[in-house]
């Protein structure tokens, strides 16, 4: 599975940007896929998991009611729609997969087995 993230940059706080994940290799209905983000100096989090059926979306408690996800399988690609931005939101969005036939979502980084290159996103105050 390849994946590339895209759509990050620089948003005044309370604004709104849409990340893009497109997925090559591998149909994205076929594996869970991820969004993780890591904040400077921090280690990287899973903010939002969505499972192969595309329902029960996972939500961490930080992003619930800012973040929403969607995916397009004409495209193969999924994307990350984020309201109401804070600074603390600044980082490293990256999307990813896990391929291991899992029916639920795996909630931590190191449960994910491919990744994309990542796209910034820098929120100011």
């Known amino acids: 599975v390849q994946l590339q993230a895209s759509g990050g940059g620089l948003v005044q706080a309370g604004g709104s940007l849409r990340l893009s994940c497109e997925a090559s290799g591998r149909t994205l209905s076929t594996f869970v896929m991820g969004w993780s983000r890591q904040a400077p100096g921090k280690e990287r989090d899973l903010v939002v998991g969505?499972?192969?059926?595309?329902?029960?979306?996972y939500y961490a408690e930080s992003v619930k009611g800012r973040f929403t996800t969607s995916r397009d399988n004409a495209k193969n690609a999924a994307y990350l729609q984020i309201y109401s931005l804070k600074p603390e939101d600044t980082g490293v969005y990256y999307c990813a997969a896990d391929v291991h036939g899992r029916r639920t979502v795996a909630r931590t980084p190191g449960e994910y087995q491919y990744w994309g290159q990542g796209t910034k996103v820098t929120v100011s105050s």
């Open positions: 969505i499972p192969r059926s595309g329902e029960s979306i």
